[in-house]
């Protein structure tokens, strides 16, 4: 080790053992702007992870929300379906009553009940599909029958009412399809 090495090794031994930083290729003492220099960088990089952290918050924040939403639309729907069968006892009920007993107060108590269930369902958002006469849609209804020798292009019959939930089948239509009637 020359003269000028041992000497720059022990500046960096004092300073170090006097809390300051020392160059020792340079043997020159950091200055004022290396230092500031320094503290901004290591500013700059605690930005940078505070920045990331929030934006991580964030899109966490997001994704809580839709899971909560579709986690709720999954319930409502599972509940909706149950309401919807009880609206279609209700139909068939009030369908089969014979016509003599149609002024009955007990008939018309049903009825406005069946109703005010319809009613319920329309507020969530629940629309029924108008099936007969349209084109045969797999996507929302359900063939159970098709006329002999027909191509099924058409509902002729309803079986089932669907329904939908905004844009989305809750339940498919069951249908009955054959030839478009000619008029």
């Known amino acids: 080790m020359t003269d000028t090495q041992t000497h720059n090794q022990a500046d960096a031994e004092a300073h170090e053992a006097n809390g300051v930083e020392f160059d020792a290729e340079n043997g020159a003492e950091p200055t004022e702007n290396d230092e500031l220099a320094a503290l901004r960088a290591e500013r700059d990089e605690y930005l940078e992870q505070l920045r990331r952290a929030l934006a991580d918050f964030a899109n966490f924040r997001k994704r ?5 939403a579709v986690m709720r639309q ?3 729907r599972d509940l909706l379906m149950q309401v919807i069968d009880v609206q279609d006892d209700f139909g068939r009920a009030l369908a089969a009553i014979p016509e003599d007993q ?7 108590g049903t009825a406005m009940i069946e109703k005010k269930l319809q009613a319920v369902l329309e507020r969530a958002g629940v629309k029924q599909l108008d099936a007969l006469g349209e084109p ?22 309803v079986f089932r009412t669907g329904y939908k939930l905004g844009d989305q089948v809750l339940r498919a239509a069951m249908v009955r399809t054959g030839d478009k009637p000619v008029a």
């Open 64 to 68: 809580t929300d839709q899971d909560r």
């Open 74 to 76: 999954l319930a409502n």
């Open 102 to 108: 149609r002024d009955n107060g007990w008939v018309s």
């Open 136 to 157: 045969f849609d797999p996507a929302v209804h359900e063939a159970v029958a098709s006329d002999p020798g027909s191509s099924g292009e058409v509902v002729v019959e």
